[in-house]
């Protein structure tokens, strides 16, 4: 998987330390987002 630099930025701004760390971020992020965009839907 090949990130743009704007996804890459993403990351490195949500970084924790570690892969796991930052996955776990990153999917709870995507997770409050997507409650979110079904709430305005």
């Keep these: ?3 743009t630099e704007n996804e ?4 490195y701004q949500y ?4 892969k796991e760390k930052t996955l776990n971020q990153l ?3 995507i997770s409050k987002i997507k409650e979110e965009t079904k709430k305005i839907l």
């Excluded at 890459?8 to 990351?11: A, D, N, S």
């Design 1 to 3: 998987m090949r990130f």
């Design 8 to 11: 890459l930025k993403i990351i």
């Design 27 to 29: 999917e709870e992020i």
């Design 15 to 18: 970084s924790a330390g570690n």
